[in-house]
């Protein structure tokens, strides 16, 4: 194999990266580094393998917008218990408890309750080369994968086939990282809507409630997710009905849109997210529960507060994501 050599280097200060991510992410407990960057036998090719433990839930695909923006060559794997998957590209390590999954991967601990731990024997800055990507390291079980990635990768489509998830393109391998990455897709819009060509006829995309929100959803998703429907699914619990926004994956995903207007209309949208969320949760075949609130940009409230309070994990997934409206132009 033959690298350029020819391409510029940016250097990073992992203790920036650190602060910046645990104060975006203020549940974050302690972070290790492991893997090659910690053994010292990288290249400047090589990814920075990061163990994250955090004290309440946290979004893979809100660490991913994290590494994209501030370092591509972050691998950061969030732990449950003995196990840790990569927000990257979601392989997994595991072991029967946290600690031993330490221990195994000979993880050094770089920041525990708020503070970096500077006496940590690591490199404290890093280079990556400019326009090169950073191949990912790939766990499966307890040691990392390479030459077996591509029979693990066919089981792997094999398996996502059954759930009802596309591999064709391929976009996660569990519900949640799913449901995170169409949320993640509709909230980038936003910023693309203010970039649009003025000179067109149709050059204005205005979202003034939830059903507008919808709409955007389903042109953004429908495209490349054919068998996403739309209140195709009509729930029954105790003589109720209730009819789901959208659904995909025989109902395992399920998405309901609310609209905060104004300050006034914030308490009864929250109430109404927590009756439909012990609603949804009583049906067995929901395995995430999705709650996209467009909340109007004069309207003062904690989004991230909100999301954190209302998105649970456990054998049913409740995510709540806030989106702030563009202001009128």
């Given at each position: 194999m033959h690298y350029r050599t020819d391409v510029d280097f940016e250097t990073f200060s992992l203790k920036d990266l650190v602060l910046k991510l645990t104060s975006e992410f203020l549940s974050i407990t302690e972070l290790y580094?492991?893997?090659?960057?910690?053994?010292?036998?990288?290249s400047r090719r090589s990814d920075v393998d990061i163990l994250l433990r955090s004290s309440a839930h946290?979004?893979?695909?809100?660490?991913?917008?994290?590494?994209?923006?501030?370092?591509?060559a972050l691998?950061?794997?969030?732990?449950?218990?003995?196990?840790?998957?990569?927000?990257?590209?979601?392989?997994?390590v595991m072991d029967s408890s946290f600690d031993l999954l330490v221990?195994?991967?000979?993880?050094?601990?770089?920041?525990?309750?708020g503070s970096i731990l500077s006496s940590a024997d690591v490199d404290w800055t890093f280079e990556i080369p400019i326009g090169v990507d950073i191949p990912m390291t790939s766990m499966i079980g307890p040691e990392p994968s390479y030459n077996r990635w591509r029979p693990a990768l066919r089981g792997l489509l094999?398996?996502?086939?059954?759930?009802?998830?596309?591999t064709e393109p391929y976009i996660a391998s569990d519900y949640e990282s799913f449901a995170s990455f169409t949320i993640d897709i509709l909230k980038r819009s936003f910023s693309v809507i203010k970039e649009l060509n003025t000179k067109g006829k149709s050059s204005q995309i205005a979202v003034s409630n939830e059903?507008?929100?919808?709409?955007l959803f389903w042109i953004l998703n429908k495209p490349w997710l054919p068998t996403i429907a739309r209140e195709e699914v009509t729930l029954i619990y105790d003589g109720s009905s209730k009819v789901a926004d959208f659904n995909i994956a025989n109902n395992a995903i399920v998405y309901e849109f609310k609209h905060i207007k104004n300050t006034g209309t914030k308490a009864s949208v929250l109430k109404t997210i927590k009756g439909l969320e012990d609603f949804y949760t009583r049906n067995p075949n929901i395995q995430v529960l999705v709650f996209v609130v467009?909340?109007?940009?004069?309207v003062e409230?904690?989004?991230?507060r909100i999301e954190s309070e209302f998105s649970k994990s456990g054998d049913r997934t409740v995510q709540v994501y806030c989106i702030r409206n563009n202001p009128r132009r």
């Open positions: 580094i492991f893997g090659s960057r910690r053994y010292r036998t990288m946290i979004q893979p695909a809100r660490i991913r917008s994290f590494t994209l923006l501030n370092c591509p691998d950061i794997f969030i732990s449950e218990g003995g196990k840790a998957i990569s927000c990257a590209n979601e392989s997994y221990n195994r991967l000979d993880a050094i601990c770089i920041f525990r309750d094999s398996q996502v086939q059954t759930m009802g998830l596309p059903y507008d929100l919808q709409n467009l909340i109007e940009h004069d409230m904690d989004d991230r």
